[in-house]
């Protein structure tokens, strides 16, 4: 049994999510009423939720929503995929290899998935159907049976170290910047969109675990006392 953490980046709520930053979706649960029907159940919390709502309404990628019930800050939604939503689910894939959802969440930055899979060539199957529907697809840690550790160095996963080092090296930390998201994408093999995501989590991670880590920051104090 292999555990993953992974972020996807495709378009269900994209829409809605993008213009409500300050929400989060919480996926609690989803099911197949056919081949042609995905439907999702999932609470909203923090932000304007009304806005939320009224930006639902309008996504393309789901049909109306249905309010199941509002508990204190947070309310639960009923929708089903349509569009571009269902062409993009990896819910029926996710099911085919025997894939177990743990915990997914989703802002405006993309679906954070913590995902169980049976072994390593069902994760590889779900990796190549992401890659293969154009859905971008970043694994941070894979662990469990047959752990590939905690990331490398400062916990950055190679795709965060490829796009932190391209970015270094094309002069977009500049000022004036010598590179623009679009270029960083074409150089990564990805979208802007997904350079972007890339290059904040990369940097959130490695301020997590350099100047933000407490037990780093009081070694170097010890250090520079001695």
């Not at 309008?58 to 939604?77: A, G, Q």
């Not at 995929?81 to 177990?100: A, K």
């Not at 679009?182 to 969109?193: K, R, V």
Request: proline fraction near 3%; aromatic fraction near 8%; include cysteine.
């Amino acid at each position: 049994m292999l555990i993953t953490e992974f972020t996807l980046d495709h378009p269900i709520l994209r829409q809605t999510l993008r213009s409500n930053r300050e929400t989060t979706v919480l996926h609690e649960r989803s099911n197949a009423v056919d081949d042609d029907r995905v439907r999702i159940l999932f609470w909203a919390e923090g932000g304007d939720l009304d806005a939320f709502e009224s930006a639902l309404s309008e996504d393309p990628t789901v049909t109306e929503p249905n309010r199941v019930t509002t508990i204190d800050d947070r309310r639960l939604y009923q929708v089903e995929l349509s569009g571009e939503g269902l062409e993009s689910s990896v819910y029926p894939m996710l099911v085919e290899v025997g894939g177990v959802n743990h915990e997914v969440a989703a802002t405006h930055e993309g679906w954070e998935f913590k995902t169980s899979f049976p072994d390593r060539p069902s994760l590889e199957r779900f990796h190549d159907y992401c890659r293969n529907h154009d859905i971008d697809i970043e694994l941070h840690r894979v662990y469990g049976q047959q752990s590939t550790g905690d990331g490398g160095e400062f916990g950055l996963t190679d795709e965060q170290r490829a796009a932190l080092r391209t970015a270094f090296e094309a002069g977009y930390f500049e000022i004036p910047r010598d590179a623009s998201l679009e270029e960083l994408g074409d150089h990564l093999d990805i979208s802007a969109n997904a350079a972007s995501n890339r290059l904040r989590r990369g940097t959130k991670t490695l301020l997590k675990n350099t100047v933000c880590d407490e037990n780093r920051r009081v070694a170097s104090e010890s250090d520079h006392r001695a």
